[in-house]
Each structure stands twice: as C-alpha cells, then as structure tokens.
C-alpha cells in the first residue's frame, strides 16, 4: 500500500520548513494512509500503474462489477475452463461472442451480445480473468481526499504533540483515536463519499 500523500505535500500545506520532525510526520502519514484505506474497503493509488488489479470471477454471467474505481481502463479479459491454466483472450468491441465491452462509469465489464461470457454450466473456478487499471495517480487524489488525508494527519500529528488536554483545572489523558468513529465529523464526511460498501 502506498502512502496516500508525501512528506513534502504535508510540510507545505502545514508551512513546515525544518526537518527535525519528517520521520514522526512521515510515519503519522503512512498510518493514516492505512487507516483510510482500510475504512473505505478500497485502493486509492495502488493499481494505477503496473501491476495492475487482477479479478477473477464466475464466467456465467454477462455483467460484471469491478472492486475498485475509478477505472482507468481494462488492460485485458480473458476465460478459461480449466480453472485458469490457459486463458482464451476475449476481444473488446468486437461484435463477435468472444466480444466484450466496458462501462468506465459503472466500472462495470459486459459481453457484447448479452450473453454470458461462457455458456457451459460446469465452468471451473477462476473462469473469467479481468485485469484493468483503477484509482489515481499518486499526487493526483481528488482535492476533496487529499484535503481530507492532510487534515487527519495533522489531527493526529496535533494529538501525539499534546496528548493531554485541559478541562476546568483537571487533566485527561486523550490517547490517539485510531477508530473510523473517532473520526473528526468533517474528515469523515468527505471519506464516507470515497467508501466501497460490498
């Protein structure tokens, strides 16, 4: 998994000019990044260059979803009936029915002619093979997604700095919130329209 921001994005939008805190910074980042990832159930940056995403799915059937998204492109689809041991390239737009098409805003994959991608009823596992290309570059999130990662970074920067706060004279201890229900409402806002509900 990749980082979702780098050092420098972060000293910039936080005015940061020394170094003597870039490997506690560094560190909150790659936990948030976790964090993010993990609470939205998707890869923002991973598969956006090679290697690309890999699914394998039941060939009986003419439409498929894809996990991630945005997808970019389908790099290739392809079936087998031997449980992926050969492959049998499909060809996309082709009229044919070894044709299939794509829906890059549905992140969707359909065969061309309606018909299954494979019409036997004892197709083996991994009968349908697609491989595509989804999410964004690293350094190109949406502004919203990156505004949101620079804010819960520095939130939980903020926390680790002054983990006690003050109240009416007494103290509490406030230890770092690592639950998505801990998130800052606003933070969980924007994420909650970047979260993949199976």
């Not at 003597?20 to 990044?33: A, E, L």
């Not at 290309?133 to 926390?159: F, I, M, R, T």
């Amino acid at each position: 998994m990749a980082d979702l921001i780098d050092l420098a994005c972060y000293k910039e939008y936080k005015g940061i000019t020394s170094s003597t805190r870039d490997g506690k910074i560094q560190s909150q980042i790659t936990r948030v990044s976790s964090l993010i990832e993990h609470y939205c159930n998707r890869n923002f940056t991973d598969y956006f260059s090679s290697p690309y995403k890999t699914e394998w799915h039941d060939a009986k059937t003419s439409v498929v979803s894809l996990d991630e998204f945005p997808v970019v492109s389908v790099i290739g689809v392809s079936t087998s009936t031997d449980g992926g041991m050969t492959q049998t390239a499909l060809t996309e737009a082709s009229a044919s029915k070894d044709g299939y098409y794509v829906d890059l805003e549905n992140c969707m994959v359909l065969t061309q002619n309606g018909l299954n991608f494979l019409d036997s009823y004892d197709v083996a596992y991994r009968s349908l093979e697609i491989t595509y290309q989804a999410g964004w570059e690293l350094g190109n999130l949406p502004g919203d997604l990156e505004l949101a990662v620079l804010d819960l970074v520095h939130y939980y920067e903020s926390e680790e700095k002054d983990p006690t706060k003050s109240l009416l004279g007494a103290t509490i201890d406030n230890p770092q919130p690592y639950a998505a229900n801990s998130f800052p409402p606003h933070i969980r806002r924007i994420l909650d329209l970047y979260r993949y509900s199976a």
